[in-house]
């Protein structure tokens, strides 16, 4: 059961341009959701996250939006830059208990052209 | 300096042998965690440990016996290796229980022939 989906397996952009990735969730238990960023031979790394009681989170040139009625999340890269090639991660974890336990997708292999 | 710390990266071997991943984290965090990323690029949990406390066991065969001596170090044991446990196996830590937050090693890449 795939509870959490990332529905494109990879995403092509121009340099500047805006990236747009996008996840979706089965799980109306999760409260906590994560984006984690992947370079090859490389651990995933900690991008943004957002509480269920937010609808938006901002850092930087990432911005990850949530619609909990649609149980959807997206991560916006306004500029994309060619260092941001990559493979996006989406995470979902419940909150107070047991966090780290997160529930990943399978990955969006963005590609920043330059 | 690096924050979590696996060994070996690659490791190749035949079925049927034992082998260890070790994973130490020098950033004094409390939570560790075993992740296995297969062929289909998942991510998924195999076990946490909450200063040295096992926390969670998701229904890893019994092969699988992770091994915490302190809160800065967790290993992982195989036994009786399968062709199905060839996989990037990645371990992290986290603040504590209540943080969603993970840093992750830069993975173990096992191939088992």
């Known amino acids: 059961d795939q509870q959490v989906k990332q529905n494109s397996p990879s995403l092509s952009v121009q340099e500047g341009r805006i990236s747009i990735l996008n996840c979706d969730y089965t799980n109306s238990m999760f409260d906590y959701f994560l984006w984690y960023k992947k370079y090859p031979a490389e651990g995933p790394t900690f991008l943004i996250s957002?509480?269920?009681?937010?609808d938006k989170n901002e850092d930087g040139r990432f911005t990850v939006f949530l619609n909990k009625s649609a149980k959807h999340l997206s991560l916006h890269i306004v500029p994309s830059q060619p260092g941001d090639s990559a493979v996006y991660f989406c995470a979902a974890s419940g909150y107070n208990t047991n966090a780290g336990k997160s529930t990943f997708g399978d990955g969006t292999t963005l590609t920043v052209k330059p | 300096d690096t924050a979590v710390s696996q060994t070996p990266k690659y490791l190749v071997t035949q079925m049927g042998n034992d082998k260890s991943i070790k994973c130490e984290q020098n950033?004094?965090?409390?939570?560790m965690y075993w992740y296995k990323q297969d062929s289909k690029k998942f991510l998924k949990i195999m076990f946490s440990y909450n200063n040295k406390e096992l926390i969670i066991n998701e229904t890893v065969p019994n092969r699988f016996s992770p091994k915490s001596p302190d809160k800065a170090h967790l290993n992982l044991h195989i036994n009786s290796l399968e062709l199905g446990d060839s996989a990037v196996y990645f371990c992290a830590s986290s603040q504590g229980l209540s943080v969603a937050v993970l840093t992750f090693g830069a993975g173990s890449r096992l191939t088992v022939l």
């Open positions: 957002i509480s269920s009681i937010k």
């Open positions: 950033l004094g965090h409390d939570t």
